[in-house]
């Protein structure tokens, strides 16, 4: 090989070397772009109304109703209010003060169901359980013989349990959220036993101990910023 041959042997290596070397640089490069614009997608999309801009937890109040409640004529509102991560609490109230369409069936109630969540993830949405307490009263009757009614005020039905439920958004800024929930309890019920019909005297007086759902929810809410953007935390 005469010197002319080398030196274009010895430039065609150099240039192959050269496209070897660029070829491999952009394929590790490429994947750390996509990994890290993938990660840029998810960050964003958990951090709001869940997080702040500086990626901390931002408390928050939800406003909701059961439309489950409402299918039976049973009035209802809860405020529930973030602690912290994992952790809520929950205040809803009920009433109901109608007959189903005849004075011999009513399902009527009172009550009060205040409960502490604990959320499986910090952003307090998804799966949570909850331990609550109740109290209330209430006015049964199912077009039979005898109405069953609870004296709230003085003896009214106490008790408590566990819920499970799931939460998830349903609106692209997630303020909206659709939440299921199943609860089970045990309450004390003392309660009187009517005639049914109207102004009946009572007949005697009962003591149940119940133990079964305390609650079946098919809810939606509305989450605020519990701080202002830009207030102190």
């Known amino acids: 090989m005469n010197r002319l041959e080398r030196y274009i042997f010895l430039m065609l290596f150099a240039l192959a070397g050269s496209s070897l070397l660029s070829a491999q640089t952009q394929a590790e490069m490429s994947p ?62 009920y009433f109901s003060a109608m007959n189903y369409f005849t004075s011999t069936v009513k399902f009527r109630l009172f009550g009060f169901r205040p409960e502490f969540r604990y959320w499986y993830r910090p952003e307090n949405i998804g799966w949570f359980t909850g331990v609550h307490f109740g109290i209330g009263g209430f ?10 009614q609870s004296d709230w005020r003085r003896k009214p039905a106490v008790g408590g349990g566990v819920t499970v439920g799931y939460r998830m958004p349903i609106s692209q800024d997630r303020r909206w959220e659709m939440e299921f929930a199943l609860g089970l309890g045990v309450y004390s019920a003392p309660y009187n036993r009517f005639e049914n019909h109207h102004n009946a005297p009572p007949l005697d007086v009962n003591n149940k101990i119940y133990v079964g759902p305390d609650l079946i929810s098919v809810s939606f809410s509305y989450a605020f910023d519990v701080h202002k953007k830009g207030g102190k935390r």
């Open 32 to 93: 750390v772009h996509e990994e890290t614009s993938t990660d840029s997608v998810l960050q964003q999309a958990f951090m709001t109304p869940y997080r702040t801009e500086d990626g901390d937890f931002n408390r928050l109040f939800r406003l909701r109703t059961n439309a489950a409640g409402w299918a039976l004529m049973i009035a209802n509102i809860e405020g529930e209010i973030d602690i912290d991560e994992h952790w809520s609490f929950d205040f809803p109230v």
């Open 139 to 148: 006015n049964f009757a199912f077009g039979g013989e005898y109405r069953y």
